[in-house]
Every structure is written in structure tokens, then in C-alpha cells.
């Protein structure tokens, strides 16, 4: 879809920088409100990460405080609050890839053989919801469903003589954990389908007839055509999904925090904020952020070059 | 792009004539409705728990209707009036939000998808790179200390008006949908880069302003995460985090406390649903206008530039 190769060749050739702000400075002007925001609120942040070498003392500030090297590292790398967030980030990510990811792909299928357009576009208007709400509201009515003596799910299940006593859905580890991931799975599900049911719209109809004619069932249908007509597709969102193996969404894991599931709900967003808003380790804190930052970033670069040698359209 | 009508309306198999209603199509259905259930039934419970008696929650017999209909824990939000409040503060920042983004976006998309503008690589750059790579939590929080911004309403607006993904949602749609020849049609005329802007390009690009309008609104109004950074003072609090703090912090305890002046008579149970209720209704009232728009976003995004 690039139109970077249609040029105009009597506006752009050789321009020195005079004649350029002569006939362009409005542009010029225009964009000095996004790199004016951009300086002050992003890059004057940048000097500030010097701190993951140095003790950062609060009261002290970036001058008092002592130099220390690489030590803040050793320190981070020793931390068993450290280990343990990483650990479950990078457990849940995989858990979280496993499980969310594949969904939307399900769905989107299933609504592709959907015949009812009016059937279809309710269901789809419905499936969307949960995108639009945030972990606050989610978190709340996940809360107020699944308590173990008074939330719904559990009084219905023992009423129907499923269980004899509530399941601790969010306040016990490993249900916690399973808890969160389809919470996960539910909120992305229907918004995820959006961009495969795009894909499917793009392959050719007579694709199917001559199948239908041929005599194959629904079945070799998706698996023989629909599914290899939106690989590109689906290959490019893994890549892109596995760029982001170490991030945090730190209000998702905030709304579901109790203490007794700390073990599985500690992770990256959580061990930064608590150690450093909390608890006052700015430089530990900082040293956590930049170290998952540059993985993050290298994990990305890895992606698009991925992509990119697999012949798709790249991320950067 | 010629597909675009159909998209999401037709099966695209051709074979609408010939099929029956097959076992296939029923699973599909059934599965189809049960997920819409859960995206719709823990809302209808809510309500009803939020407008049913305190005794009839208390027995745990309310399920999708309300047992002892009252309005007794919405009478105290709003005689309270602190999450009304905030309510309307979130209103306020989320306008001032959307309109000071908008002008951001476009004053940043529009010069870099010229492509005659010198230096464009490089201002294109200077402007992707915050979307890679972030100082983190504790620098940025340092950082705005110093700008005297903790504890104002600007903290949760100026920081994050520029947003590289709306950046290049815009640009993608100024290169992709607004013809070349058109822009230089005007220039010969003698039209200058803002006449351009304001009489060719933003008449043409009202779908995506409106798109990402909304991104811009609905991402303020659903995050909290800064709330907690950078916020201290009651009153300086959006809505979400009002919640955040009433129901989802208070697991253990379940103490949904409004203030203590007024009398509530509810119990905690059916106080926090109402409060739940109260900031979700608006969402649930919205979206189902709004979600075309989101779904043209994702669809502009999905095409790089």
C-alpha cells in the first residue's frame, strides 16, 4: 500500500535547506508543537535514566548522589523480588500468547461462516464490548462475580450441586492465574477478530466455488483456503505479539493484586512501581525499567527483521 | 480498498444458495451466543444487584432481575457526590484531551506526510522514537516533578497528547486517501500549505478525524495508571481510579466507603454494583455508536506507510 515510490519530481529535486523553508515553513511550524511535546515530555526523561548508575538518593537529587558503576545492576540481578517478577512476566506472556492468541483467529472463522449478516453484526457489536472497558471496570465486575461465599458464579454452581464450596476464582494462585489469562482471552477475543475478518474479505470468492463444486467439505474449505489466505496475516501478528514478551500491562495485574496471589500476580509493572513509587529504590526501579525497555526494544528489532525475511511487510 | 463496503456484512464463500442449516451452523451459533452471554450477562446481574434490596442481596438471590427494587445506593452517590464529581472532572479532561490531541496529531501528521518536506526522515524519527523505547516509570515521574506538574490536571493531559500510533494512523490516511495530484493542483493555484491543510485535506479526512477523536477519548477516559503516579489530591482524580479505589482495592475488606457525612443505608455489596454501574453505563450507552469508527481505525493502522 506504500505510494512512496509515486514521486513529484519538480517539488522534490535537489531543494537546499533555504528554498525549503522559504516555500515550506508552515509545515515547519506545524510540527514544532509535536517535537516541542516530544522533548519536554520524553527526552528530557532520557537523562534522567544516568540514575540506574548512580545511589539515587531522593533527597539528594541527580548531583549528591554517589557514583556507583554498574553496581545498581549486580544488585538487580541478585534482587530475588527481581527474579521472581521476571519469571512470572515472562511465564504469563508465553501463557498469555498461548491462549489469546489463537482466539481471535477461532473466531473470526466461526464468524466468517456465519450466514445471518444481521445475526453477524449483533454478534460482533457484542463481542467488541469488553475492548471498551477498562481493567478498572473489569477487575470490579470480575470482583463482585467471582467471590468465593457471595459472587454469583459460585452461589449458581453450588445451587446446581456443582461444587460444594465456592472456588477461590481470584484469590487463590494457581485460579488466579487460570482466572486471569481468560479474562485476557475475553477482553481481546472479539476486537482481535476485526483484522482476520479483513484478511478473510480479501480472498477470492471463486476460491470457494470451485471447492464447493469439487465437492469439499466446510472443514477442507477453512483449513485448505481460508486459513492459508490470511497466514501473512497471522504470522505478522505472533511476530509482532512475540516483540512484546516483556512488557507488563501494569493496570491489568493492578486490579487483580491481592495478597494471596502475589506470587503469580508480581511481575515487571508491579516490581517497578512498588519498588520505586513505593518504596523509594529509584535507582533498582529504574535499572528494572531500562533493562525490560531494551529487551523490549531488541525483541522488536528481532520481530521486524523476522517479518521482513519471511517476505512480509515488516513493523518498522 | 473497492472491498471495503462488504467487509464485514457477506459470507464471502459464494455458496449462500446451495448450503443447508447444518449441524455446523448450529455449533457455531451456540457458541457464538454463549460468548456473547458473557460479555453481557455479568452487566444485567450488576444492574439488578445495584437496584435491589440490601435483604435480597444479602440471601444471594439475585441473579438477572432485581429483587425489592430500590434506588436507595444511587440516591447516596449523588447525595455524596464525589464520584459525580468526578465524573464531571473526567468529562472536562477528556475534552480538553481530545481537542488539544487532535491538534497535536494533525499538526505532526500532516507536514511528515508531504513528501517534499526536507528532512522528513529525520523529524519522522525524532517523533517514532518515544513509541520504542520510554525512559520508564521512574525518570519520567523525576522528570515531571521538576515541571511542577504532580498533582495538576496537566499531568494526565500534556504528556501524552502527542501519541506516535495516532500519528501514523493520520499520516497513513493523508498518503493513502488524499490524491497527490490534488495537493499540487492547489499549490499551482497558488494555495498555501495552511489554505491546503484546512480547505483540501481536513474536509477530506472527517472519517478518520472522528476515528481517532475517539481513540484519543476513550483511551483517557479508561486508564488510571497515571492517577496513581501522579495524583494525590482527591479532587484531581478521574473516575477511574475514583472506582479503582472504591471496589477493586477493597477485595478483603469490602468496604465501599463514600464519604462519611451522609447516610448510606445500602449494604457494600450492593453499594460497590451501583458504583461499578455508574461508571460503566456511560461505556455500555456509547460504544455500540462509536465501535464503526474504531474498527475504519484499526483497518488504517493495519496499512503501513
Known sequence: ?316 | MAKKEREFDTVNDGSHAIRKFTIGDFLIIFILVILCLTCILPFIHLAAKSVSSNTAVMQKSVVLWPKGFNVDAYKSIFQDGTLVHSFLYSVEVVLIFTALGMITCTCAAYPLSRKRLKGRAFLTVILMIPMYFSAGLIPTYLLYKDLNLLNTMWVLILPLIYSSYNMLIMKNYFQSSIPDSLEEAAFLDGANNFQILFRIVLPLSLPIIATLSLFYAVGRWNSYADNKYYITREGLKMIQYKLYQLVASATEAQTATLSEAIEVTSTPEVLQAACIMFATIPIICVYPFLQKYFVKGVMVGAVKG
Open chain 1, 1 to 316: 500500500m506504500s505510494v512512496r515510490s509515486v514521486k513529484a519530481p519538480s517539488l522534490r529535486e535537489r531543494t537546499t535547506w533555504k528554498k525549503a523553508i522559504r516555500r515550506d515553513w508552515h509545515l515547519y511550524v506545524l510540527l514544532l508543537l509535536p517535537v516541542a511535546l516530544v522533548i519536554l515530555f520524553n527526552y528530557a526523561a532520557y537523562p534522567g535514566l544516568r540514575m540506574v548508575f548512580m545511589d539515587y538518593k531522593p533527597a539528594k537529587g541527580y548531583d549528591g548522589s554517589k557514583w556507583v558503576g554498574w553496581e545498581t545492576f549486580a544488585k538487580v540481578f541478585r534482587d530475588k523480588d527481581f527474579i521472581r517478577a521476571l519469571k512470572n512476566s515472562i511465564t504469563f506472556n508465553l501463557l498469555d500468547l498461548l491462549v489469546s492468541f489463537p482466539t481471535p483467529i477461532i473466531l473470526a472463522l466461526m464468524l466468517n461462516e456465519l450466514r445471518f449478516p444481521r445475526f453477524k453484526k449483533v454478534t460482533q457489536t457484542i463481542l467488541y464490548l469488553p475492548h471498551f472497558l477498562s481493567w478498572v471496570i473489569i477487575g470490579a465486575v470480575a470482583y463482585q462475580l467471582f467471590k468465593p461465599s457471595t459472587g454469583i458464579v459460585n452461589v449458581l454452581m453450588m445451587k446446581w450441586g456443582w461444587i460444594s464450596e465456592g472456588i477461590p476464582f481470584l484469590t487463590e494462585k494457581g485460579h488466579w492465574a487460570a482466572t486471569y489469562l481468560l479474562i485476557g482471552v475475553w477482553q481481546g477475543m472479539g476486537w482481535g477478530t476485526i483484522i482476520y475478518l479483513a484478511a478473510i474479505t480479501g480472498i477470492s470468492g471463486e476460491l470457494y466455488e470451485a471447492a464447493m463444486i469439487d465437492g469439499a467439505s466446510r472443514m477442507q474449505r477453512i483449513w485448505h483456503i481460508t486459513l492459508p489466505g490470511i497466514r501473512s496475516t497471522i504470522v505478522v501478528l505472533l511476530i509482532m505479539n512475540l516483540g512484546r514478551l516483556m512488557g507488563s500491562n501494569f493496570e491489568r495485574l493492578d486490579v487483580f493484586a491481592n495478597t494471596q496471589v502475589r506470587d503469580y500476580q508480581y511481575q515487571l509493572a508491579i516490581y517497578v512501581y512498588e519498588k520505586g513509587l513505593a518504596s523509594s529504590k529509584f535507582s533498582m526501579a529504574t535499572a528494572v525499567g531500562l533493562f525490560q525497555s531494551l529487551v523490549g526494544l531488541i525483541l522488536v528489532l528481532i520481530s521486524d527483521r523476522f517479518a521482513k525475511a519471511l517476505g512480509e511487510d515488516g513493523l518498522l
